[in-house]
Nanobody, 117 residues
């Protein structure tokens, strides 16, 4: 199963955006799905994660602003982002996670999110 992120764009600070992560197959076959981001000059970081059972995890900097959810019938995971800040500017990726929390080797193209101040 491969995952592809889309839905990025240019938004003003304080605005909102929803990203989608579409799976090429049955998303329930994946233990968990994570949203990652990579800003220029920085390492890729995990932003949020959702398990098959619906458990979620967020990094501190996005808690209360981002919401990860999944629609198993549509084989899609979403990342709803509110109160966006300039520091959220990055290329966002989604990827599956093994039961040990390791992302799959293959990464999709990512989607650019640019927050203007």
């Amino acid at each position: 199963v491969q995952l592809q992120a889309y839905g990025g764009g240019l938004v003003q600070a304080g605005g909102s955006l929803r990203l989608s992560c579409a799976a090429s197959g049955r998303i329930l076959s994946i233990n968990a799905v994570g949203w990652y981001r990579q800003a220029p000059g920085k390492q890729r970081e995990l932003v949020a994660r959702i398990s098959n059972g619906g458990s979620t995890y967020y990094i501190n900097s996005v808690k209360g602003r981002f919401t990860i959810s999944r629609d198993n019938a549509k084989n899609t995971v979403y990342l709803q982002m509110y109160s966006l800040k300039s520091e959220d500017t990055a290329v966002y990726y989604c990827n599956g996670l093994t039961p040990w929390g390791i992302p799959f080797d293959s990464w999709g193209q990512g989607t650019q999110v640019t927050v203007s101040s």
